[in-house]
Each structure stands twice: as C-alpha cells, then as structure tokens.
C-alpha cells in the first residue's frame, strides 16, 4: 500500500523568504554533566569532539564541548554553579536542547526583522571576538525556554566560537551525515500558533499536515504539521496532543519536559543498516516493533535494496510514498527523564516523515509509557 501524505506545499514568494537560512549551524544541548554526555555522543553515536570551553580556556561559567559527525554539529554544556542560567534551565527541563542555531548572512538583518514580525527577542545583535575574528549572533524565542540563534561566522575562523579551543579526538564514525529534521512538542490546541509563528515571523511554509486519524492508536492521539525553510534544508515538524482514551505521548513529554520543546532529531544516514548496527553494538536502545510488521511489510513498501531480514533484525521501519522510500528507527528517550530521543533516517526519494509506520510506532511508544506507569 502506498501512504500519500497530504502534501501542502505552496509556491513561495522571494519576500517570505526573508530570512535566508542556509542552515542549521548546530544545536545546543544543556545537560547536567557535559563530560559525561560528550563520551556518550562521542563513543556510542560516533560524533567527532573537535572544541571544548571551560574553566582551562578562560570560561569560568560553563563546560561545554563541541562535537560533529558529518554536517551535524551538536554543543554539550554543563553549568558550573547553581548561579547559572543553565542550571535552573536544567533543574526545571532536565537534559535538553536549549538552542537550535540557523546560519545566516545578517544576524542584524534577522533579529530584526523576526522581532518586527513579533518574535520576542533573547539578545540583540551582538559580536564576541577572539585572535581568530568576530563570531556574530542573535537570538529569539520558539516554543517553551528553546531559542532560535542566528549565527554568522563569516568573519570568524576559530574552531567553533570565542572561548572554544581545538582538541584532539579521534573517533569512529557511524555514518551519521546532516540533520534532517527536528519535531518540536507543544500544547493541546498550540501547535496552530507556531505553525503560524514560523510561517510569519520566520518566513517558513507549510509543507505537510498529519490529523488525528493519521496519528492515532486505541489509546492516544496526537497531530503535526511541519514547517520548512526557503532552501528547504531545515524542517520543523510542530506536534500536539490529540483527544484520546489514554495519554498521549506528548502529553508525557510535556509532564517531564515542563514546557514545549524539542521531541526528537531525526539524523539522515546513507547506510541505516550499517549505522544501526554499529548503534546497536555501541549500546543504544531503540524502540521495537512487533515482528508481524514484517510479516506485513513486503506488501505494503515493495521491493526495496535492503535485505529484508537484516532489516528486521535490527528492528529498521520502512515507508514508501509516490517518490520512493525510507527506512527509519526511533531510540528509547536518550536521558532519565521521557523526554527527547533522536531518529536515525535513510532516504530513497521519499521525502516523508513515514506516516505509514506512525500506528506501529506509536503504539510501540504507548507500552513503554505503559511500562513507565505513564499511559
Ligand atoms: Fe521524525
């Protein structure tokens, strides 16, 4: 069976577009211990540790350590008193992302023009310099405590950002290349208001929209729509809980998050069965479905290039649509708390977000909130 997704793409005019974002620069995690939450994205999810600040580099509030693998670039900080911003952020949040950051031409140019379309502004344009140039910034707020930073590095060739030095890494690869989304949880009844945000203060369209009864099992319902940048490179899918017998998952989210924020990252491979493999061996814990969806899913996605089997013994979801397919998996949450988990994504032209494995998936997701005494 081929899923269609309802597609609403609309032509867009060069004026909407006004922001310019090239891409996503990097997100940036705060999290009680950042050396311990580097050795975790450095040993089982193979990023590459290429800059650290703190206290030996002249930092004296945060240990942060920056870390890549191939253009996804993820920054780790722990506070070092209980005086600072990130602390309280992390006693009331917990491990999460703080900052999703946008490279743009004109910091200026953006916060102003976000902030003028009513985006509340976190900092102004401003410039922090080093022997290495000048780092130019900008901020606003998104959904819950998260913010949107606007980042131009154009004058800055330092390994990542005053105050952040080299180190010496090595690390072996997993094949994770680029974000290729991220899904922001939000409120019964908000999710229209930040679709609304992105699209007139940040210049995004609207490019699909799932219902209820795209995303609904016996117990718990939810609802999306995903936003997209100009270029198309970033997407921002908006979630929200739906009426449903039991709670819905993001309703646990927000019960441990505490407000919005982001529910998952989905990183895009080109060999998802290498990946997950290593992934696997490495220790990370992915969510599972019941193995009669590979009974099913020969009928349902065709021929594909993988081999079936390994597929399902690493636990991988398929999904086809009229472009091609894709193959994806979900990791149980990657912190104490049931809050945000990454996806691991390999496309073959499909350009969904796997809407026909959405009922196999969620009800996966429903027996570890059972499991948590949280459905
Ligand atoms: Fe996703």
Do not use: C
């Amino acid at each position: 069976m081929v899923t269609k997704e309802k597609n609403e793409s609309r032509p867009m005019t060069e004026e909407a577009d006004f922001l310019k974002i090239k891409s996503v620069d990097h997100v940036h995690f705060y999290v009680g211990n950042a050396k311990h939450a580097m050795y975790y994205w450095w040993k089982a999810f193979g990023f590459k540790p290429i800059a650290y600040s703190g206290l030996e580099t002249g930092n004296r509030e945060f240990a942060s350590y920056v870390l890549e693998s191939g253009q996804a670039r993820f920054v780790i900080s722990a506070p070092y008193s209980p005086s600072s911003p990130i602390a309280s952020h992390h006693m009331v949040h917990g491990d999460g992302v703080k900052m999703i950051a946008l490279e743009v031409d004109d910091v200026e140019k953006a916060w102003k023009e976000t902030t003028a379309r009513g985006g509340k502004s976190a900092w102004a344009p401003r410039e922090e310099k080093d022997d290495f140039g000048i780092y130019r910034t900008s901020a606003i707020y998104t959904y819950g405590e998260t913010l949107h930073v606007f980042v131009d590095r154009a004058d800055y060739k330092g390994v990542f950002a005053p105050t952040y030095k080299a180190i010496q890494y090595e690390a072996e690869s997993t094949g994770l290349a680029a974000i290729d989304h991220m899904v922001g949880n939000v409120q019964l009844g908000k999710m229209n208001h930040w679709v609304n945000f992105y699209h007139q203060v940040m210049g995004f369209r609207q490019l699909l929209h799932f219902d209820d009864k795209d995303i609904s099992t016996e117990y718990s319902a939810l609802m999306s729509k995903v936003m997209q940048n100009g270029n198309g490179r970033v997407k921002f899918p908006i979630n929200e809980p739906a009426e449903g017998k039991r709670k819905s998952q993001i309703e646990e989210y927000l019960d441990y998050y505490l407000t919005p924020g982001v529910q998952h990252i989905a990183i895009i491979t080109g060999d998802i069965i290498k990946t997950i493999g290593e992934l696997r061996k490495r220790g990370v814990e992915f969510l599972r479905v019941p193995d009669t969806y590979y009974e099913m899913l020969p009928d349902r996605v065709g021929k594909i290039k993988e081999d079936m089997k390994t597929i399902h013994e690493l636990g991988i979801l398929v999904d086809r649509d009229d472009e091609g397919y894709l193959l994806q998996i979900f990791t149980r949450p990657i912190q104490d708390r049931p809050t945000m988990f990454i996806e691991v994504i390999q496309r073959h032209g499909a350009q969904g977000f796997g809407k026909g494995n959405f009922k196999a998936l969620f009800e996966s997701i429903e027996a570890e909130q059972q499991k948590r005494g949280n459905l």
